[in-house]
């Protein structure tokens, strides 16, 4: 496939996505069914019997891409070379990401750290150690830009001056919470800050979960280190179970209920009691991801 073929794939998909009469399972169908996105996008307008629209919608997407990209908002369906390959490894990937700063090879590495928005001091000094001891090794931290846990992750994470990712539940344009604008720009502007969501989109109930599963796609493994028996954080270690991926939970979530459930039903969860115990079980997890042979990077999935 050439580079051009490849644009047009991304941006026919895109002009799908962005069509107010179609679902995400109908686009699937479309694709399925046509073999490509740009023959999937001329079979969805024909049924409109507007020759006229398939140039239209095409011109469209690529002046809406454009005019992100000038804003400094890159704009990537799954098609693109650029869409993380991780989370390709995942059934429910997003079909379209947006996103700023840059990418990096080490985010096949990275963990995410997350947890209520009201963490105990317990919870809040574990998070700040755990999150410099990740960075001071290299290791990327993802969160969610929230208030409380994630907060608390991505500032240790950035006074090491450690590679942070910010996953957020609106889109790049907006800023919630509002008092966290500053950290998000920062990251931003110096590493990556992630969404599935329209640039212009705000906050809803659905956006907070569903940014959770990206969260999950995107790092190599989850640590909770702070949740309480309704928490929105089970969203996350309910999509880390579902993805494959590893996670970490502190011993106070293993002493809520679904914690503890997590743990007898045999999945891949470990209990740490401290910051040093969920660093080695970082470790071994990505020493077990290496002899599994999985090698993760940008544009590629190589197994070994």
Do not use: C
């Not at 047009?8 to 169908?29: M, N």
């Not at 992630?194 to 569903?210: N, V, Y």
């Not at 007898?264 to 401290?274: C, E, F, H, K, Y």
């Amino acid at each position: 496939m050439t580079d051009i073929k490849k644009n047009l794939e991304d941006v026919a998909l895109y002009a799908l996505l962005r069509d107010d009469r179609l679902k995400w399972p109908q686009i699937r169908d479309l694709l399925e069914r046509a073999g490509s996105a740009d023959a999937a996008l001329k079979e969805h307008l024909a049924a409109y019997l507007i020759d006229e629209e398939y140039i239209a919608a095409l011109a469209e997407s690529r002046q809406t891409i454009a005019a992100f990209t000038a804003s400094g908002i890159h704009t990537d369906t799954y098609l693109s070379d650029t869409y993380p390959v991780q989370m390709l490894t995942v059934y429910d990937f997003p079909p379209v990401v947006y996103w700023r700063g840059y990418q990096d090879e080490a985010d096949a590495r990275s963990v995410a750290i997350v947890g209520t928005r009201t963490p105990s001091e317990g919870a809040t000094k574990f998070v700040i150690e755990f999150a410099g001891l990740l960075g001071r090794q290299g290791i990327p931290v993802v969160s969610g830009l929230a208030r409380g846990t994630d907060t608390a992750a991505m500032r240790a994470s950035l006074d090491v001056g450690n590679r942070t990712v910010g996953v957020i539940g609106t889109g790049l344009n907006r800023q919630y919470p509002k008092e966290n604008a500053g950290l998000q720009e920062a990251i931003a502007n110096g590493h990556l800050l992630l969404s599935q969501f329209h640039p212009d989109a705000s906050a809803s109930p659905k956006t907070f979960p569903m940014r959770n599963v990206v969260m999950s796609a995107y790092s190599s493994m989850t640590v909770i280190a702070e949740a309480g028996e309704k928490s929105g954080t089970r969203v996350q270690a309910q999509a880390a179970v579902k993805h494959g991926r590893p996670l970490i939970i502190s011993r106070a979530v293993f002493q809520q209920t679904w914690g503890k459930d997590l743990v007898d039903r045999g999945l891949d969860v470990t209990v740490v009691s401290n910051a040093h115990e969920a660093l080695a079980a970082v470790h071994e997890v990505h020493e077990r991801q290496s002899r599994q042979g999985i090698i993760w990077a940008p544009g590629t999935l190589l197994v070994k």
